[in-house]
């Protein structure tokens, strides 16, 4: 049956920025989600278009029309993610580089499950995506259980990990 999930872009709350709310807002503004899907699992690979975790499948049934109207679809505009990044005081560098506001680069590492060739596949494209962008992420692989346990031992920086039905 329709199993409705996908590798999804994890941050780790506890490490600056990303624990500011503007830092993941124009994130998910910089990145197009269908871009991703496509590379990541061709044409199954559909981008979901509200982000609160669900399929689009089921959110109406999870999710009353009052609410559903005042969820964020956060889709894509660069512009916004730059003026949110901007608004909190950070800037790009001589290189294009995103800079907080002490001057530091946002740079980061994005481990991925090596094995999971469609999951490496959105890693990279997503690090493509953000580094174009203006961050400094390097995509790292890492094996398959290693990484799942990092991620729960909140061990990392940015990590693919599965959203959907059994992962919201």
Do not use: K
């Amino acid at each position: 049956g329709p199993s409705y999930n996908g590798p999804g872009l994890y941050v780790n709350h506890t490490v600056y920025p990303f624990n500011l709310v503007e830092v993941r807002q124009a994130m998910a503004y910089a990145i197009d989600r269908e871009e991703n899907g496509f590379v990541s699992l061709a044409e199954s690979g559909i981008a979901n278009e509200c982000m609160c975790g669900l399929s689009d499948n089921l959110v109406p049934l999870w999710v009353s029309d009052d609410v559903q109207s005042q969820l964020n679809y956060y889709d894509l505009d660069r512009d916004l993610a730059t003026s949110m990044l901007e608004g909190i005081g950070f800037s790009r560098n001589g290189d294009g580089i995103w800079v907080d506001d002490q001057g530091n680069t946002l740079s980061f590492e994005l481990i991925f499950p090596a094995e999971f060739l469609d999951w490496a596949a959105a890693a990279e494209n997503v690090t493509d995506q953000l580094n174009d962008f203006g961050f400094d992420i390097t995509a790292r692989g890492v094996q398959f259980q290693q990484q799942q346990q990092e991620v729960y031992d909140s061990n990392f920086q940015l990590a693919i990990r599965n959203w959907g039905v059994g992962s919201p």
